[in-house]
């Protein structure tokens, strides 16, 4: 029997709204505009608790993904607990970090709240489609915009310059977006990270490439019932949409390699080319084959007009050097170090960790080589590896986030080569790339650091996820209680 539930359309109005706001950061971590994030992610949260009928707690997939994120989180709450109740000597090396263990609630609670919402409001086919629709068109506008400056100064944080003298600006956005003081300040970040911006294009990559494999399935349907009719007409108003998908897919490409971020470039390519791999498995036919070679082709074609793939080898070449100069703090001697601080505090705190946030309170203490004179030490404030500074970070929490991920992964793609529609089968593989593609960057570099990436992370998580419920487009929504 279906489900009911009430009308999700205010909330999922304003969850995209939501999302928005994590688009417009660009991955970055501005304080106000991190405050904003939170207030405006805990007051959907709540608001869709209280609504009668908008979160069904009866899990019909999802269980154990669900149980070990809840395993997870109720470590955090007891962890808090105990520090703030004096028992934790573990904290007090170089100072008392309990606050650090409170702040953890915040942001995890905040974070899986948000992982569980996406899970929770699209379950239906038509949210899931519109949920696809805004990623690829968030990701789209965000390589439109940083396409010009970067044309001009490739490999550099893309940014427009405006006024002069005493009233020079810059920022990411056009300055129409800065018109008013409060946007900038609460609501626009200004700054890009070449290093992540390109992570946050990707997740609306991929969702434009899931739409393109759907809609040539559409086309194709609609030829197979045009030749059933004794028709030779090829349907090509059913390709328009496919062009439109195409495009978006063009457009962000040639940003992301503008960018220069030889890990972005590097995790991007291999989910990418991990996502077509996955179309050949499941439909197993030459048309698909033909349609992989052709995206291929036109991808690179388009990127040797439009890119600098000479720029972009040139600097992936840059990788084979680095683990033999040992005058400068290069990437390799960065994430090298940072491990080895990571490591060092996880060997002396490794029931509670030093506290979520708290590793750049304690890398000074644990450096192994100081950075060359003159050079920024990185490592002094990431540990440049998601997962060692969760260790870290969390002591034995990390384990139990490492079987949060890996039961998500697991259970994913169980559930991704048991299902049959190939709606669900599309659009969930295109969201599990992105996952993918950011947990890989994610092993040497400190984008999840980041709250507002590691939520929009997580939001795709539980979107992702939500696709392959067994009540998948079966829930019935009503405007009654």
Known sequence: MSQKNSSPVIFEFLFYAFLLLLFFSLGSDQDLHLRVQYGAGFG????????????????????????????????????????????????????????????????????????????????????????????????????????????????????????????????????????????????????????????????????????????????????????????????????????????????????ILLLFSRGTILCFSLLFFGFLLGILLWFRSRAYLQLVLAVVLITGGFNLWSGNLKGVWKELQTLSGENADAQHRTSFSTNKEGARRALGMHRDYPLWGVGTGAYKDFAQHYAVEKAPDGQFDFASYESMNHYLQLLAEEGIGAYLYFLFLAVYLLEAAIRLFKVKSRFQYILSLSLLSAVVMIFSHGAFNHLLERVSMSVLTYIIMGASLGLLRDDFDKVLFSKTK
Not at 85 to 112: H, K
Not at 175 to 187: D, M, Q, T
């Open 44 to 255: 959907l949260l709540g608001l869709c608790l209280i609504s009668p009928g908008v979160i069904s707690w009866k899990m019909v997939s999802g269980k154990w993904t669900l149980a070990a994120l809840s395993i997870f989180l109720a470590y955090e709450y007891i962890r808090a607990a105990f520090m703030k109740l004096g028992g934790g000597s573990e904290q007090s090396l170089y100072g008392p970090q309990t606050g650090y263990y409170l702040q953890a609630l915040w942001r995890w609670t905040y974070s899986f709240g948000c992982f569980f919402l996406a899970y929770q409001l699209f379950c239906r086919r038509s949210q899931a489609g519109r949920l696809h629709n805004f990623l690829s068109l968030a990701g789209f506008f965000l390589a439109i915009v940083a396409i010009p400056p970067l044309m001009r100064h490739p490999g550099v944080p893309p940014v427009y310059h405006w006024g002069s003298g005493n009233f020079a600006q810059s920022g990411f956005f056009p300055p129409i977006f800065y018109a008013h003081p409060w946007a900038g300040k609460y609501l626009v970040e200004q700054f890009a990270h070449v290093n992540y911006v390109g992570d946050v294009m990707a997740i609306g990559f991929f969702s434009a490439l899931g739409l393109l494999v759907y809609h040539f399935e559409l086309f194709r349907d609609a030829w197979h019932t045009e030749k059933s009719r004794g028709s030779s007409r090829i349907p090509l108003k059913v390709l328009q949409p496919f062009f439109l998908f195409l495009t978006v897919c063009l457009v962000i490409t040639t940003s």
